[in-house]
């Protein structure tokens, strides 16, 4: 099964500052991945599809981009409300997997 | 507008069943897939698997085959996940979510359940 590894873990960061998440897939899948912000006690929710296309509704700070098997989301002024756990996640017609998450705090 | 509104929370005892529903609003689950996500305190999110309701044919994560069950019901416009033989490590709050429309190329979950915290104790 593809296995998707997030970097960093955990990272720390300031309002206004642009931040970048990586998302690492064991082989290639395309642009077949999405990202979702968490926050405590919440469901998560869909800000990136396809890679790079955002999701109605979602803020233009967010970005994303890569194919294959590198993918990066990035924030480019962090607000409060930014502050959150993401996952990317890959999903096609047989199987599904997760990111382990990266959890951004404030600094 | 999708709305997914999940059963209430649950309390087992190792080896039983849990059946968690999950009824839908402003999408019919006769055309759309439901994934089944889960997370456990203070972990990240697990897929269990779906249902591809156009073909009413469920898709197991490996780890989940022996023992998750995922059904719709068209009539009530409702999902359904049951997970048997309970364990501790079972504890978790059990999302559904909508998949993308099955006449797009992407694949993503944009309509989520508020979740079901199930706890095995």
């Known amino acids: 099964d593809i296995q998707l590894t997030q970097s960093p873990s955990f990272l720390s960061a300031s309002v206004g500052d642009r931040v970048t998440i990586t998302c690492r897939a064991s082989q290639g899948i395309r642009s077949n991945l999405a990202w979702y912000q968490q926050s405590p006690g919440r469901a998560p929710n869909l800000l990136i599809y396809?890679?790079?296309t955002l999701q109605s509704g979602v803020p233009s700070r967010f970005s994303g981009s890569g194919a294959g098997t590198e993918f990066t989301l990035t924030i480019s002024s962090l607000q409060p409300e930014d502050f959150a756990t993401y996952y990317c996640q890959h999903l096609n017609d047989d199987f599904g997997t997760f990111g382990q998450g990266t959890r951004l705090e404030i600094e | 507008q999708v709305q997914l509104v999940q059963s209430g929370a649950e309390v087992k005892k190792p080896g039983s069943l849990v059946k968690v529903s999950c009824k839908a609003s402003?999408?019919?689950?006769?055309?759309?897939?439901v994934s089944w996500v889960r997370q456990a305190p203070g972990q990240g999110l697990e897929w269990m698997g779906r249902?591809?309701?156009?073909?009413?044919?469920?898709n197991y994560a490996q780890k989940f085959q022996d023992r998750v069950k995922i059904k719709t019901d068209e009539s009530t416009n409702t999902a359904y996940m049951e997970l048997s033989s309970l364990r501790s490590d079972d504890t978790a709050v059990y999302y559904c979510a909508i998949e993308a429309p099955p006449d797009e190329v992407d694949y993503y979950l944009h309509g989520w359940g508020q979740g079901t915290l199930v706890t095995v104790s």
């Open positions: 249902i591809i309701s156009l073909f009413g044919i469920p």
């Open positions: 402003g999408v019919s689950l006769s055309r759309h897939t």
């Open positions: 396809g890679a790079s």
